[in-house]
């Protein structure tokens, strides 16, 4: 077994990278990875460890010549390589770079492959957008609303539409919920990054090291020939009900190890109640049935870290308020902090994350003023957290076909009706059926636009000028939309008339009257 892997010096990517390497019928990985002085360590380790088994080329995964090198002869290629948040929220080219034109490039190469690789592509749970207690579950297939200025979202989400309709003869979308790893702490208390989450973002965890072991248990099913099932398919990366919390979970799971939790550290209002990104899978039973990869708890998986990491453990010992003003408070000044938007007048941030600067003035700085699920303010907490009760409640929003179908059995009646739910029509006539080739759409603007059944009644997209940003002019599309506005109203006014968008690099915000 030949395999191809970018981002291999990511948190999940050097988990995939090790677990990968313990099967006995790799022959070798090719990793591409970036002329970073940082990532020389790295690749001597690697060749020291993994003597002849390991291939290295070093450049940019945009790089035409280098991806066409990567998947030339080898069996699977593992896409991992991202510039995530808060570095794709400093810089919007490095994200665009290896987030979106790296895809494409990756993408090419492997279809003037004779014979073509298998191709795996990481997605995330970005893509979905914003949720909180009134949808909080979802699966494939879900609209994808990409929070506005998200453009580390948006340049994934445009990467995994790419993926889904060049027709390649093998590939698979595994879209990654949040994930822990041991640099977690760390790498989130330098940036106003951590105030974006919502205290009732419903976010589901797992871990690196689980990641890893999929990517492994996916080469390994590979290489026996016993996974053909499992290609052509979007999936949730989950991490089961022992991963499902919220964003004030987060705080309080990860502040423990140092001896503290959100209430003693943050204020409400220092964080935004919407335009955060995380989900709930309903689904996510499905990857795990097949490959068997969920061991870690994300409550656990803090303890784990607390215990290896002799730092936190001295956090037990300093005074709270100290931490609260020396690490956290300070942190409010930072330019990528929502209350640093307020102070500055940073309009479009404002608008897309409180809703209005009055809004976002009005917010309490009292705990007592705020309804928690994790507290049970909006039923049990256990039963709001159970999938299989989200789908026999009917807690999950329709998708407007009939979801009990295979995409083998869809007919002309399904387009229709899938098309009708979000404004438009399928223009297409045939008989037949092919839930992977391109056929023709036209949404509520009028936009022709070509895309797979599968894209649009699985993947969730929809119209690329209209639902796939940027600019973002949800406001406007949940009006004609009644697949997008199920989830779009629940955290934003059918008043709203809002579109965001980038010039020269900055945000701007303009409202539209025009229905």
């Given at each position: 077994m030949k395999i191809a892997m970018t981002g291999a010096n990511g948190h999940m990517g050097v988990e995939a990278l090790f677990q990968t390497m313990e099967l006995s019928q790799?022959?070798?990985?090719?990793?591409?990875?970036?002329?970073?002085?940082?990532?020389?360590?790295?690749?001597?380790?690697?060749?020291?460890?993994?003597?002849?088994?390991?291939?290295?080329?070093?450049?940019?995964?945009?790089?035409?010549?280098?991806?066409?090198?990567?998947?030339?002869?080898?069996?699977?290629?593992?896409?991992?390589?991202?510039?995530?948040?808060?570095?794709?929220?400093?810089?919007?080219?490095?994200?665009?770079?290896?987030?979106?034109?790296?895809?494409?490039?990756?993408?090419?190469?492997?279809?003037?492959?004779?014979?073509q690789p298998a191709f795996l592509h990481i997605?995330?749970?970005?893509?979905?957008?914003?949720?909180?207690?009134?949808?909080?579950?979802?699966?494939?297939?879900?609209?994808?609303?990409?929070?506005?200025l998200d453009t580390y979202a948006m340049h994934k989400l445009r990467a995994e539409r790419y993926v889904?309709?060049?027709?390649?003869s093998r590939w698979a979308v595994l879209r990654q919920t949040a994930m822990l790893h041991p640099d977690m702490m760390k790498c989130n208390v330098s940036d106003g990054l951590m105030f974006h989450t919502a205290l009732?973002?419903?976010?589901?965890?797992?871990?690196?090291?689980?990641?890893?072991?999929?990517?492994?248990?996916?080469?390994?099913?590979?290489?026996?020939?016993?996974?053909?099932?499992?290609?052509?398919?979007?999936?949730?990366?989950?991490?089961?009900?022992?991963?499902?919390?919220?964003?004030?979970?987060?705080?309080?799971?990860?502040?423990?190890?140092i001896g503290g939790s959100a209430e003693k550290f943050f204020k409400p209002n220092w964080l935004s109640p919407r335009n955060f990104h995380g989900m709930w899978f309903a689904d996510g039973d499905?990857?795990?049935?097949?490959?068997?990869?969920?061991?870690?708890?994300?409550?656990?998986?803090?303890?784990?870290?607390?215990?290896?990491?002799?730092?936190?453990?001295?956090?037990?010992?300093?005074?709270?308020?100290?931490?609260?003003?020396?690490?956290?408070?300070?942190?409010?000044?930072?330019?990528?902090?929502?209350?640093?938007?307020?102070?500055?007048?940073?309009?479009?941030?404002?608008?897309?994350?409180?809703?209005?600067?009055?809004?976002a003035?009005?917010?309490?700085?009292?705990?007592?003023?705020?309804k928690l699920m994790s507290k049970g303010d909006f039923g049990n907490y256990d039963e709001l957290r159970d999938a299989k009760k989200a789908v026999e409640e009917g807690r999950l929003v329709p998708l407007g076909y009939d979801e009990s179908k295979r995409e083998t059995e869809w007919n002309l009646d399904d387009l229709r009706s899938a098309a009708a739910f979000r404004g438009g029509e399928v223009l297409f006539e045939g008989d037949r059926i092919d839930p992977y080739r391109k056929i023709f759409w036209k949404c509520h603007e009028g936009h022709t636009f070509e895309a797979s059944p599968y894209t649009i009644l699985k993947g969730g997209h929809w119209c690329p000028a209209c639902?796939?940003?940027?600019?973002?002019?949800?406001?406007r599309l949940a009006k004609h939309s009644p697949f997008h506005a199920q989830i779009w109203y629940d955290s934003h006014s059918p008043e709203e008339e809002n579109v965001y968008d980038y010039e020269n690099g900055k945000p701007v915000l303009r409202t539209e009257k025009k229905a």
């Open positions: 790799v022959e070798f990985v090719r990793v591409l990875i970036s002329k970073k002085k940082k990532n020389e360590k790295l690749v001597k380790a690697w060749k020291k460890k993994f003597r002849g088994r390991i291939q290295i080329l070093r450049g940019s995964v945009k790089d035409e010549r280098l991806a066409r090198q990567l998947v030339t002869g080898v069996d699977l290629v593992v896409h991992m390589a991202a510039v995530i948040p808060p570095a794709s929220d400093a810089d919007h080219k490095a994200s665009e770079e290896c987030n979106l034109q790296g895809t494409l490039a990756l993408v090419d190469a492997v279809k003037k492959c004779d014979p997605s995330t749970v970005a893509v979905y957008g914003n949720r909180n207690e009134n949808h909080p579950f979802g699966r494939v297939g879900d609209p994808l609303l990409v929070s506005p889904l309709d060049a027709e390649l009732n973002a419903p976010l589901e965890w797992t871990t690196a090291r689980d990641s890893g072991l999929l990517i492994k248990n996916i080469v390994d099913g590979e290489s026996k020939g016993e996974i053909e099932h499992f290609w052509k398919h979007i999936y949730n990366i989950g991490g089961g009900f022992r991963g499902r919390g919220t964003g004030y979970d987060t705080f309080n799971d990860g502040f423990c190890i499905i990857l795990e049935d097949m490959f068997h990869y969920q061991r870690d708890g994300e409550r656990e998986y803090w303890r784990e870290i607390g215990r290896n990491h002799k730092l936190y453990k001295l956090g037990k010992f300093v005074p709270k308020q100290l931490i609260h003003f020396f690490l956290f408070r300070k942190l409010l000044k930072h330019p990528n902090s929502p209350l640093e938007w307020v102070r500055t007048g940073d309009i479009p941030h404002v608008t897309a994350h409180f809703g209005s600067m009055e809004e003035k009005a917010l309490s700085s009292d705990w007592k003023d705020y639902a796939q940003p940027a600019p973002w002019n949800f406001d």
